[in-house]
């Protein structure tokens, strides 16, 4: 039907139901305000109206549509509604359509409006990840008889099997027009005893923790907004919805995770959980380096599970290295003498991880003993690759770790194809440095944060249990974990303070490293840049704390060797931690009072980098009583 005779056709419409629905709005904004006055809400009314033809698609639709909204535009926002039809009643927790009603719509006005749309959903998926929040909807599907639907006044085949489904629609086709449902049928409304009114009020206590988190959250929100805003300003493929991580957010979740990590009777260090996250962010390979049995493998397997990935749901994956890996086929896969494709390990993962319905998810791999085979010789395609990211359609990609051409049927192909390390993977190696295992090279080292436990206090005992184990578990985004910037002009503009006063800090000490040829390049120096911004931007640690942790894990495992360039570049490294002038000609002599004060790490005196001070101490000493220093224990 044309356009025009659309219109006409609406307006005889109208026309013909104009008494009766001025009287069913006066009668539903009544409701609606006794609604608002009693849950004492300031969210907006919706009055009825009947369908419009628009630009966006919208049908002719016979309907009375009312109830409550979060935003005076319903269309782009999270409403509860009642939705009137010819054969019964849709109750509704539902998105807007994510379009105008009324037509066309300024471009600027559309954009502002999309992004708020977009904020709002993405504030819905951290409420549900929320275990008792998700034990809400279930409620609601088990014992109210609602269902999950991406299509509102559609109730036929137009459900999702399970809440996870439902999410992962919303995370990946947006949430337009999919809700929480109740379909009353006309014979049920009309039967004795039936109330509605109550019926309204009953649910909405029910999903009332849900609405609240949506509705209080007036800051998150609004920097959810803001942030959206000025990233589609930018650039257009930078970054997607599930990205819009803000501080509030970042310290709740780092919370629970220590609480989770308490209740299964583990203690680590004061912001070690804080330090493994930024270093996580920064970029997705970390290496956990100590002593044996001083919980490496037990922190990622602890910090997963507290994201909700386990290796039930395969979102957790313990790879041990062993001692005869020589080159990247004993993690990625080879060929068999028939010439199909044999995947490992690391391959399996990639392959669940890259599938559309679990972009969102985090994936854990940690690969226990990393350094039992040479790191470079195993592991080097992935080391390469990790230096290829690149956004493209809103995900960071990388270049293929397997190529399609190398494949030879037809379903290896298809399957394995082009594999490349997506976004939402993350490696984690532990290391044990002694006579068993391999050192690492400045390439590995320059990819990763080396997060050391070596200094441990046995006298730490386990908390009683705090919580259920259910309802610390959660179900995290991938935008918690995910980068949000590869190169410094990413975020150069904004940060430029910040970026500015790290780099000039960092100057002086590739000054200084550059006399024992263990200076530094600009991948460390964007590397120590970005985890200096996520910790202001998230404000977990101060700054001197979050630089002394990059000394300690970018800076310092690059220096090794014997002589008096060592030394003198140990103890010039030593003013810079304690921010103070030292004798260092008397002291190239002995260097015992800082290796002494500093191991003993019982001095009152204020330090700038105290745990890089204590490193450069043991280092010194070594040095002394071996003639020979690295960063490593053994």
């Not at 782009?76 to 509704?92: A, D, H, I, R």
């Not at 629970?256 to 260090?269: A, E, H, S, T, V």
């Not at 330090?607 to 071996?626: C, G, N, T």
Request: proline share 3%.
């Amino acid at each position: 039907m044309p356009f025009e005779d659309k219109k006409h056709v609406m307006k005889g419409l109208r026309q013909k139901y104009e008494n009766k629905l001025n009287d069913y709005n006066k009668t539903a904004s009544e409701f609606a305000s006794t609604f608002l006055n009693r849950y004492e809400l300031e969210d907006h009314i919706i009055t009825a109206r009947i369908g419009s033809p628009t630009p966006y698609g919208n049908q002719l639709k016979d309907y009375l549509w009312s109830g409550i909204s979060l935003d005076k535009d319903k269309s782009f926002s999270f409403q509860y509604s009642w939705v009137f039809q010819k054969e019964g009643l849709e109750v509704t927790f539902c998105f807007g359509s994510g379009g105008s009603s009324s037509g066309s719509i300024e471009e600027g006005k559309k954009l502002e409006k999309e992004n708020r749309m977009r904020a709002v959903e993405q504030q819905f998926l951290y409420t549900l990840s929320n275990s008792a929040n998700y034990k809400i909807v279930e409620q609601m599907l088990n014992e109210e008889n609602f269902v999950l639907t991406s299509e509102w006044l559609n109730s036929e085949g137009q459900g999702f099997s399970n809440i996870n489904e439902y999410l992962d629609h919303i995370r990946i086709k947006t949430g337009a027009k999919t809700g929480i449902t109740r379909y009353f049928k006309k014979d049920e409304l009309l039967a004795d005893k039936f109330n509605l009114e109550e019926k309204i009020y009953c649910f909405f206590d029910i999903f009332r923790p849900i609405w609240d988190q949506l509705h209080k959250s007036s800051e998150t929100f609004n920097s959810l907004i803001e942030t959206s805003s000025e990233e589609i300003a930018v650039s257009s493929e930078a970054k997607t919805d599930e990205d819009n991580v803000n501080p509030d957010v970042v310290n709740e979740e780092l919370q629970k995770i220590r609480r989770y990590i308490r209740f299964k009777g583990f203690q680590f260090p004061d912001h070690l959980i804080e330090n493994f996250y930024l270093s996580l962010k920064t970029k997705p390979f970390v290496i956990l380096a100590g002593v044996s049995g001083t919980g490496k493998t037990k922190l990622v397997k602890l910090f997963a599970e507290a994201l909700g990935a386990t290796s039930v749901n395969r979102q957790f994956t313990l790879i041990p290295v062993r001692p005869d890996w020589s080159d990247p086929s004993d993690l990625l896969g080879y060929k068999d003498l028939s010439g199909a494709f044999r995947p490992g390990r690391l391959t399996e993962v990639l392959l669940e991880a890259t599938k559309p319905s679990n972009r969102h998810k985090p994936y854990f791999i940690c690969l226990d003993e990393m350094n039992l085979a040479r790191v470079e010789h195993y592991f080097s395609d992935l080391l390469s690759v990790l230096e290829t990211q690149e956004w493209r359609d809103g995900r960071i990609v990388t270049a293929s770790l397997i190529w399609k051409e190398s494949l030879t049927t037809d379903h290896d192909q298809q399957t394995f194809g082009n594999m490349y390390l997506p976004d939402n993977v993350y490696l984690v190696g532990t290391v044990n440095m002694d006579e068993t295992t391999h050192p690492f090279s400045k390439k590995v080292l320059d990819r990763a944060n080396t997060i050391e436990f070596n200094y441990i206090n046995l006298a730490q005992y386990p908390d009683e249990a705090l919580a259920d184990d259910d309802e610390l578990a959660m179900q995290v985004p991938n935008g918690f974990l995910r980068s949000d910037y590869l190169q410094l002009v990413d975020t150069y503009g904004e940060y430029r303070e910040l970026v500015h006063r790290t780099t000039e800090k960092l100057v002086k000490i590739n000054t200084i490293l550059e006399e024992i040829h263990s200076h530094v390049g600009f991948r460390i120096r964007d590397a120590i840049c970005f985890y200096l911004i996520y910790n202001e931007r998230f404000q977990l640690l101060s700054e001197d704390a979050a630089l002394d942790m990059q000394l300690l894990q970018k800076i310092l495992p690059r220096v090794q060797g014997s002589g008096s360039s060592v030394k003198r570049a140990l103890l010039q490294l030593m003013e810079v931690a304690l921010d103070k002038s030292l004798p260092i000609q008397k002291m190239m002599d002995d260097p015992t009072e800082p290796s002494f004060k500093w191991n003993a790490g019982s001095s009152s005196e204020s330090v700038k980098y105290p745990q890089s001070a204590r490193k450069i101490a043991f280092m010194l000493r070594r040095l002394e009583e071996d003639g020979f220093t690295s960063y490593w224990l053994s």
